[in-house]
């Protein structure tokens, strides 16, 4: 199982989102990446082969910051391990950026259509698929995207979504096993894989169940299945703590 973290709030979220996938790592990898909207409200990344600490020393000498971000722990399934094939993956206008877990069954299908109308791929991946449909489903409004691009794509997976064009919204959605737990503090929002990597900030989560989209930003969540319709859900209070985990 990959991680997926996201944060939106008030703090710079590169070091948050590198401390979550550090508590995301007994899950394996074989690379890792960020996508943050900087403050010129730029969607930027940066993504590496290997360990976390290779893009750890990426950042360092090549720093992102931003308030909204998106991480990602790979372990490839589609196109070898590879700074390229590293999550996240951008549209044609790198103003779109997903992360994902799990398997896009109709890809090829996708990615021949999508080539066939003129996007262009720069990984092996399943995953870019999702990038590239989103940016042709996009009219201006993120969640409406996300929810038609998850109409055409098949397969069991947790996947997150970063817009340039919404810099202070996440999107994320669930279809199958991949688990997804939001956390919610104040003023600020988490999003990942497993609780423990985002326990030392907050103890309130929902977790996402199949068919499930959360719209994370600052103040607080939406939470609707993938036609739209809201749904209710007690926020569950976590009483353990990271070493009992």
Known sequence: MCGIVGYVGERDSVPVILDA???????????AGVAVIDASGSLV????????????????????????????????????????????????????AVIHNGIIENYARLRERLIASGHTFRSETDTEV???LVEENDEGDLVAAVRKTLREVRGAFALGVISQDAPDQLVFARSGASPLVVGIGEGEMF?????????????????????????VERDGYALTDFDGVPIEREVTQVMWDASSA
């Open 21 to 31: 996938l550090r508590r995301l790592e007994y899950r394996g990898y074989d690379s």
């Open 191 to 215: 999003v990942a894989s497993d609780t423990p990597a985002i326990l030392q900030y907050t103890r309130k989560q929902i977790i996402l169940r199949e068919g499930e989209m959360a719209v």
């Open 130 to 132: 999702i990038a590239h």
């Open 45 to 96: 990344g940066s993504k590496a082969e290997g360990k976390l600490g290779r893009l750890a020393e990426r950042l360092t000498t090549e720093p992102l910051h931003g308030k909204t971000g998106v991480g990602h722990t790979r372990w490839a399934t589609h196109g070898r391990p590879s700074d390229v094939n590293a999550h996240p993956h951008m549209d044609c206008s790198a103003k779109i």
